[in-house]
């Protein structure tokens, strides 16, 4: 079992910084791979960043890249978003998710096993 709590969403204006933790409990924190996702208002929930157990690789999607960086440190069993430029279509629920078979990772939410609570992340105009 892995619990996984995500802090730091709030209201914040366009352009504006925001960075999200998500602290792991219940494993062994250096042994899963971590991702964000959001969901956004009537939309699916899609795919934000995601990384490595050892943190060495990334990967963005598309709407993000440039802007988020997701960074982990195994040592606090916490996975990092920082999200610059932030823009209207960034507002959504942001969930940070863990995988723990062999193959987990990546951008598929079926890849995850454990998932947070959510965090709701605003951007206004």
């Known amino acids: 079992q892995v619990q996984l709590v995500e802090s730091g969403g709030g209201l914040v204006q366009t352009g504006d910084s925001l960075r999200l933790s998500c602290v792991a409990s219940g494993r062994t924190f250096s042994s899963l791979p971590m991702g964000w996702f959001r969901q956004a208002p009537g939309k699916e929930r899609e795919f934000v960043t995601a990384?490595?157990?050892?943190?060495?690789?990334?990967d963005y999607a598309d709407s993000v890249k440039c802007r988020f960086t997701i960074s982990r440190d195994n040592a606090k069993n916490t996975v990092y978003l920082q999200m610059n430029s932030m823009k209207t279509e960034d507002t959504a629920v942001y969930y940070c998710a863990a995988g723990i078979r062999t193959y987990s990772g990546g951008r598929s939410p079926k890849s995850y096993d454990y998932w947070g609570q959510g965090t709701q992340v605003t951007v206004s105009s």
């Open positions: 990384i490595s157990r050892s943190g060495s690789n990334t």
